[in-house]
């Protein structure tokens, strides 16, 4: 059984950071496609960043720059920094495994965390 447990959420204010991380079992990260994907009230889910096998990385343009994603495979863990917060990224984030296609589309991945809120205030 595949189980994802995501921490780090919160509050915070615009311009400041937030490290998410996400702790897989039941599967080994550094062979997989870790992703992130995010969720606004009445959006629909989008892509965020994902990092797979060969440690190549992947990250929507409204993040580019500002985000980082990282595994450390001895923890199975993976993380998400993000930096420079803005408003926008105010969501419920989800880390994700299972990648059978391409990286961008939630519907691509079969395993997912519970989700994290950010609260990113102005």
């Known amino acids: 059984q595949v189980q994802l447990v995501e921490f780090g959420g919160g509050l915070v204010q615009a311009g400041g950071s937030l490290r998410l991380s996400c702790t897989a079992s039941?599967?080994?990260?550094?062979?997989?496609?870790m992703g992130w994907f995010r969720q606004a009230p009445g959006k629909e889910r989008e892509f965020v960043a994902a990092?797979?096998?060969?440690?190549?990385?992947y990250y929507a343009d409204s993040v580019k720059g500002r985000f980082t994603i990282s595994r450390d495979n001895a923890k199975n863990t993976g993380y998400l920094q993000m930096n420079s917060l803005k408003p926008e990224d105010t969501a419920t984030y989800y880390c994700?495994?299972?990648?059978?296609?391409?990286?961008?589309?939630?519907?691509?991945?079969?395993?997912w965390g519970q989700g994290t809120q950010v609260t990113v205030s102005s």
């Open positions: 994700t495994l299972g990648r059978s296609g391409s990286v961008y589309y939630a519907e691509n991945y079969n395993y």
């Open positions: 039941g599967r080994t990260v550094s062979s997989d496609t």
């Open positions: 990092i797979i096998w060969s440690a190549t990385t």
